[in-house]
């Protein structure tokens, strides 16, 4: 988990807010994709592997926060 120590939190806010919720019109990516997650509609390799990839900035900022509470 040291990984998640060194990179800088700027870094990762940066990454979620525009990696993670690029295009920003009509609706980001991430909710798209969540959207057809709930609706069972999420098949195609590229739609998952575009979930991944929208999704992993937001999951690395959310174990950040959960290493630096954990670790105070």
């Known amino acids: 988990m040291t990984f998640l120590d060194?990179?800088?939190?700027?870094?990762?806010i940066a990454a979620a807010?525009?990696?993670g919720l690029a295009p920003f019109v009509p609706?980001?990516?991430?909710?798209?994709k969540l959207r057809m997650?709930?609706?069972?509609?999420?098949r195609?390799?590229?739609?998952?592997f575009d979930?991944?990839?929208h999704a992993t900035p937001f999951?690395?900022?959310?174990?950040?926060?959960v290493?630096?509470?954990m670790v105070r």
Request: glycine share 2%.
């Open 6 to 12: 060194q990179i800088p939190w700027w870094v990762l």
């Open 17 to 19: 807010l525009t990696l």
């Open 27 to 32: 609706e980001p990516h991430i909710v798209e």
């Open 37 to 42: 997650l709930a609706q069972g509609t999420l």
């Open 44 to 48: 195609r390799p590229i739609d998952i």
């Open 51 to 53: 979930l991944i990839l």
């Open 59 to 65: 999951v690395l900022l959310a174990a950040k926060v």
């Open 67 to 69: 290493r630096t509470v």
